[in-house]
């Protein structure tokens, strides 16, 4: 009811993309946290790595034929903000417009004046961290921006 009140609508709606579609730019990508860790928490555990060794980015076959990667190839994630590094993990679970890649990725095993190469595979260097943010909580866009696939 806040939001009805402060003159938001009460539910959510798809009004486009929040940037413009850049030249080239060919899915959209959105992220998600994976159940082997916690947010960015836990990847020094070599338990949890043995489970999960690397971050990935989940595609359509469509998609990946495409920019010609196949299952576990490397791909370079990228928009005008940055890019990220993923192994690639083909399902037709997944709509051939979209990629999801995993938050949260650092690799404890690199060298700690790297930090870590938090920025290699990690999804929030090709978020912008600056308006224009959703105007009813503030929030800067996380996901569903546009961006490009090619071979790592």
Do not use: Q
């Amino acid at each position: 009811m806040w939001m009805e009140r402060n003159g938001y609508p009460p539910l959510p709606t798809f009004t486009g993309l929040n940037e413009n579609v850049e030249k080239g730019d060919a899915v959209i990508f959105t992220s998600a946290k994976i159940p082997v860790f916690f947010h960015s928490m836990n990847r020094n555990l070599s338990s949890l790595r043995k489970v999960h060794p690397e971050p990935t980015i989940t595609t359509h076959p469509n998609t990946a034929k495409e920019v010609n990667v196949k299952e576990g190839d490397w791909v370079w994630v990228e928009n005008s903000n940055g890019r990220a590094k993923f192994r690639v993990k083909i399902t037709a679970d997944i709509d051939s417009r979209v990629v999801m890649g995993e938050h949260g990725w650092w690799f404890p095993e690199s060298e700690p004046g790297t930090l870590y190469l938090w920025k290699e595979s990690n999804v929030n260097v090709m978020t912008k961290n600056a308006p224009p943010c959703e105007p009813s909580i503030g929030g800067v866009n996380l996901r569903g921006f546009t961006c490009r696939l090619y071979s790592a």
